[in-house]
């Protein structure tokens, strides 16, 4: 299992900006995933990046990985009040399990 | 609703007390999950099932854990002799063949006082 560090821990923007919010891993990974978890909701998978895939879209979210840098980056677009969440990067190395880190906590101030 | 089902909920219990949680995965998902998680920390994995077999347990699983997944469906984790270290929201996830994609049920969330 491969544990991906979130960073920065904690984002705050307004409405209708973009957030940028970042993943470091360690080691070779098969591929790299998104999830975000509210309150309301529980933990949600949003997107997943292969290792021979550099950007993926999924409506406003926009994933980027570079392996050479052993790190990704998740884009929401246009965020909305409802975007408040943590957003966490677990990896995977063709093993099952899945490594969290502590999250980025993002705050979407209407 | 990812459609992985949890029950219960929330549970209350006494210090030294056994406690036991089902799962419900998705229908056709051969794979199943159960992770921790503590307040301000991400998901730690527990244990892992392909069908009814448990095929991983981590160190975090002290001998007072056990799970079983009977018949390769339903799963369940009992704690015995909780401690209050124990309070954490209990997640279930599973998934299916070589997908990597995990869903996850809503939690249930033990307090022990």
């Known amino acids: 299992s491969q544990q991906g560090e979130e960073d920065p821990q904690a984002l705050s923007i307004q409405e209708g900006e973009n957030a940028t919010m970042n993943c470091s891993y360690k080691?070779?990974?098969?591929?790299l995933q998104w999830y975000r978890q509210n309150s309301g909701r529980g933990l949600v998978h949003l997107i997943l990046?292969?290792?021979?895939?550099r950007e993926k879209h999924s409506g406003r979210l926009r994933v980027t990985l570079d392996t050479s840098k052993k790190s990704s980056s998740l884009l929401i677009t246009a965020s909305r009040a409802a975007d408040t969440a943590s957003y966490f990067c677990p990896s995977g190395a063709g093993s099952y399990q899945l490594t969290f880190g502590k999250g980025t906590k993002l705050s979407v101030i209407p | 609703d990812t459609g992985v089902s949890q029950d219960p909920r929330h549970k209350i219990t006494k210090r030294g007390q056994n406690v036991t949680f089902r799962c419900d995965p998705i229908s056709e998902h051969n794979r199943l999950y159960w992770y921790r998680q503590t307040l301000g920390q991400g998901p730690e994995f527990l244990t892992y099932f392909q069908n009814e077999a448990q095929l991983e347990k981590s160190r975090l699983l002290s001998d007072r854990f056990s799970a079983e997944r009977p018949k390769g469906s339903f799963s369940t984790l009992e704690i015995q002799r909780t401690e209050q270290g124990d309070s954490a929201m209990y997640l279930c996830?599973?998934?299916?063949?070589?997908?990597?994609?995990?869903?996850f049920g809503p939690g249930t969330r033990l307090t022990v006082l």
């Open positions: 990046i292969r290792s021979n895939e």
């Open positions: 080691t070779s990974i098969n591929n």
């Open positions: 996830a599973s998934s299916l063949g070589n997908i990597d994609e995990q869903f």
